[in-house]
């Protein structure tokens, strides 16, 4: 059912919630997995690939801890940074390779912050025609 998913990471305790669901579905699926985090520092929106520094460092050791916890629990998870705006980059992911989920994590802000904080999900998953699976972290 589930032959790709997409696994969006903001890198905070937030991811938590879903890395822990994915897990648990991808090994029932056989599901391949990419591990997707956006560097949104003003370099990364600037330079994209290109961009340097203590944030793109910090996220690729991040997603290398995480793909590392999937290869324990005997997934095989591929890791991926792009760079800049989180929506832009997300979608434009899923319509260039394809996926037949994508899975985030959310912040479960209630009304105004949840407006601000939350926007990220609720655009890409107004953007997609693939299922977008939100987890709301405790």
């Not at 949840?114 to 926007?119: A, E, H, I, M, T």
Request: proline fraction near 4%; glycine fraction near 6%.
């Amino acid at each position: 059912m589930y032959k790709t998913i997409l696994v969006t990471l903001d890198s905070t305790p937030t991811d938590r919630a879903i890395i822990n669901h994915i897990k648990s579905l991808a090994k029932q699926m056989r599901s391949r997995v990419v591990l997707f985090h956006v560097i949104t520092s003003v370099p990364a929106k600037i330079h994209g690939q290109a961009a340097a520094g203590p944030e793109v460092q910090a996220g690729e050791t991040y997603l290398s801890n995480i793909q590392a916890e999937f290869a324990t629990a005997g997934i095989t998870a591929e890791a991926e940074l792009a760079y800049g705006d989180p929506v832009k980059e997300i979608v434009n992911w899923v319509q260039q390779n394809g996926c037949d989920l994508v899975a985030m994590s959310t912040h479960g802000h209630q009304f105004v912050a949840g407006l601000v904080l939350g926007k990220t999900a609720i655009k890409v998953q107004h953007s997609l025609s693939v299922p977008v699976l939100m987890l709301r972290a405790k």
